[in-house]
């Protein structure tokens, strides 16, 4: 089993930053990717960015490449999401995700199914 945290999440206005992080716990030592993931209201969950736990690939979603940024600390078993230029469309609940077994490609690092455990998210507000 593998425990997600969410944390970092807030109100912000457009063009401002956010640094979420999700922080591991368990059997961490077993995971192999680990991704951001949002979901608006009214909207399907979609994919944000990911990263292998080895730092050897990082995905992200068009919407957000360039702006947003994955980091990993391995000491404290976090991952970060860095959040530049934000937009009143990036308001949303966002969750991070573990996948306990190798992904095949870097593109379905992108794929909700692929990973194994959840956290429960957190809410960033960006206002116009």
């Known amino acids: 089993q593998v425990q997600l945290v969410e944390s970092g999440g807030g109100w912000v206005q457009a063009g401002g930053s956010l640094r979420l992080s999700c922080a591991a716990s368990?059997?961490?030592?077993?995971?192999?990717?680990m991704g951001w993931f949002r979901q608006a209201p009214g909207k399907e969950r979609e994919f944000v960015g990911a990263?292998?736990?080895?730092?050897?690939?990082?995905y992200y979603a068009d919407s957000v490449a360039g702006r947003f940024t994955i980091s990993r600390e391995y000491a404290k078993n976090t991952v970060y999401l860095q959040m530049n230029s934000l937009k009143s469309e990036d308001t949303a609940v966002y969750y991070c995700a573990a996948a306990q077994h190798r992904i095949a490609t870097v593109g379905a690092m992108g794929v909700m199914g692929v990973y194994d455990y959840w956290g429960q998210g957190t809410q960033v507000t960006v206002s116009s």
């Open positions: 368990g059997r961490t030592f077993s995971t192999y990717a």
């Open positions: 990263t292998s736990w080895s730092g050897g690939s990082t």
